[in-house]
């Protein structure tokens, strides 16, 4: 069964500090992986996605993600955190029209 | 101009109502769809529509009917709403098989 595992529920970083936050998958074929951010009351919106080719890929505000295939994971990082990076940030793996989520990591940033 | 709208925001309503929630995207997609946040901030997807006809319906009761007049509008009617109902309701959509989605912001249902 497809499946995404975000390990982390909540992590905290300090503003100016670098940031991973962790994504696994089980999928049966390679998929499409991506990166969703939603802040308070709002939708979600595409950080970033990893179809085929480089697996090092660079999205907006500064994040970017490591697609490797041995350890089914596509981790999310960014080397310098600001204080408007606080969020809930959701790993999505599918094909097609389907995605299936992780069940999102929360990141407070202290001052 | 907001690419995928959802109207209403809020709902708050008795078991037994019926419901329905409305969205609109204006970015010329053909692909639309409703997803379910529930409090665990689990987000799955319900149904899609590509070009007004059904593609995905992933095992939701009976009781939510979609339905797309037109490939820019996606509405959701919920009849006999239970508190199990309750949850964060998205809409999005997507040009191409590719995954990648655009979403409204939501509306949030409670059922008392």
């Known amino acids: 069964a497809q499946s995404v595992t975000q390990p982390d529920i909540h992590i905290t970083v300090s503003e100016g500090a670098s940031l991973e936050l962790r994504c696994n998958y089980s999928?049966?074929?390679?998929?499409?992986l991506f990166w969703y951010v939603q802040s308070p009351g709002q939708g979600l919106q595409l950080l970033l996605k990893y179809f085929s080719g480089d697996t090092l890929v660079q999205g907006i505000k500064g994040f970017e993600a490591e697609f490797k295939r041995s350890q089914s994971s596509f981790n999310l990082r960014k080397p310098s955190v600001h204080w408007s990076d606080a969020a809930e940030y959701f790993c999505a793996v599918g094909t097609g029209n389907k995605l299936v989520f992780g069940a999102g990591t929360i990141l407070r940033v202290k001052s | 101009d907001t690419a995928v709208s959802q109207t209403p925001k809020y709902l708050v309503t008795q078991m037994g109502n019926d419901k329905s929630i409305k969205c609109e995207q204006n970015?010329?997609?053909?692909?639309m769809y409703w997803y379910k946040q529930d409090s665990k901030k689990f987000l799955k997807i319900m149904f899609s529509?590509?070009?007004?006809?059904?593609?995905i319906n992933e095992t939701v009761p009976n009781r939510f009917s979609p339905k797309s007049p037109d490939k820019a509008h996606l509405n959701l009617h919920i009849n006999s709403l239970e508190l199990g109902d309750s949850a964060v309701y998205f809409c999005?959509?997507?040009?191409?098989?590719?995954?990648?989605?655009?979403f409204g912001e939501g509306s949030r249902l409670t059922v008392l």
């Open positions: 529509y590509n070009n007004k006809e059904l593609i």
């Open positions: 999928y049966g074929a390679t998929p499409y």
């Open positions: 970015l010329g997609h053909d692909t």
């Open positions: 999005a959509s997507s040009q191409d098989a590719t995954g990648e989605l655009f």
